[in-house]
T-cell receptor, first 114, second 109 residues
């Protein structure tokens, strides 16, 4: 059971380039989330989804877009990368039944924008 | 005001010591509470949920004080392997999780 898988694990982008981060979960969870983690800031929610075909903005959505075309996948896109988007990105999932048990996180994507 | 606040530490304690972390939350309607552990350059992993009656898992004890809006984590007989960052997490009615910035613990031989 793989849990939550994120790809890629590392990436270096030039300012203005675009990329997509993929999150895949095999636990049939309804809810999926994208967070970024920066030193001294903790984990901040970018976007989330409460089911296939739905997305919603979190605390820091600007500069990012997301899609949830299939229940098991949640994609995070950066259309025009900026140095301020240098961060570690974590995907997480859970569902109504497991909400009391917290999230399952992916192993993270380390993104550097130069 | 932040949803969740933690003392960032660092806490440096000798092996075998007892150490306690506190975390305060701002929303009195918060529903679920957790402690997560995060090792350097790794993802956060659930350490334990925190129940109103308090709960214990081996050397770890978590407590919730709704009146004062704080949760605590007590680690007894600290091991070198306990060195990590401990994140306090609180959820609201919308199943949205709010993370503290974490408390760093180093257990020294």
């Amino acid at each position: 059971n793989a849990g939550v898988t994120q790809t890629p694990k590392f990436r270096v982008l030039k300012t203005g380039q675009s990329m997509t981060l993929l999150c895949a979960q095999d636990m049939n969870h309804e809810y999926m989330y994208w967070y970024r983690q920066d030193p001294g800031m903790g984990l901040r929610l970018i976007h989330y989804s409460v089911g296939e075909g739905t997305t919603a903005k979190g605390e820091v959505p600007d500069g990012y877009n997301v899609s949830r075309l299939k229940k098991q996948n949640f994609l995070l896109g950066l259309e025009s990368a900026a140095p301020s988007q240098t961060s570690v990105y974590f995907c997480a999932s859970n569902d109504r039944d497991s909400a009391g048990y917290g999230y399952t996180f992916g192993s993270g994507t380390r993104l550097t924008v130069v | 005001r932040k949803e969740v606040e933690q003392d960032p530490g660092p806490f440096n304690v000798p092996e075998g010591a007892t150490v306690a972390f506190n975390c305060t939350y701002s929303n009195s309607a918060s529903q679920s509470f957790f402690w997560y552990r995060q090792d350097c350059r790794k993802e956060p992993k659930l350490l334990m949920s925190v129940y109103s009656s308090g709960n214990e898992d081996g050397r770890f004890t978590a407590q919730l004080n709704r009146a004062s809006q704080y949760i605590s984590l007590l680690i007894r007989d600290s091991k070198l392997s306990d060195s990590a960052t401990y994140l306090c997490v609180v959820t609201n009615t919308g199943n949205q999780f709010y993370f503290g910035t974490g408390t760093s613990l180093t257990v020294i031989p």
